[in-house]
Nanobody, 117 residues
Framework: QVHLVESGGGSVQAGGSLRLSCAAS????????MAWFRQAPEKEREQVAR???????KYANPVAGRFTISRDNAKNTVYLQMNNLKPEDTAKYYC???????????WGQGTQVTVSS
């Protein structure tokens, strides 16, 4: 059975950093396309970053240069290092596994990130 469990969210001031973790079970993250999405209140869910099975990485423009996605194959965990956080990064962040880096198959429960100015 597939499970994705996010952690690491919290409240920080602008300019601060957080590292989100997504612990996966029931499948192997290194063999799949993994992504982080976020959803702010009254906004659509948007993809933030993804890493495919070949370690190709893609970032959304608003976070490029500030966020880093990575994975620890031994721990079967995906991370999102977020630096220089801005108030507009405030959202609930979700981890997902994508089929062909396109369609989300499973979602975690999300972790809240709040950035104050």
């Amino acid at each position: 059975q597939v499970h994705l469990v996010e952690s690491g969210g919290g409240s920080v001031q602008a300019g601060g950093s957080l590292r989100l973790s997504c612990a996966a079970s029931g499948f192997t993250v290194s063999s799949n396309c993994m992504a982080w999405f976020r959803q702010a209140p009254e906004k659509e869910r948007e993809q933030v970053a993804r890493v495919d099975r070949y370690a190709n990485i893609k970032y959304a423009n608003p976070v490029a240069g500030r966020f880093t996605i990575s994975r620890d194959n031994a721990k079967n965990t995906v991370y999102l290092q977020m630096n220089n956080l801005k108030p507009e990064d405030t959202a609930k962040y979700y981890c997902t596994v994508l089929e062909y880096c396109s369609r989300s198959l499973y979602w975690g429960q999300g972790t809240q990130v709040t950035v104050s100015s």
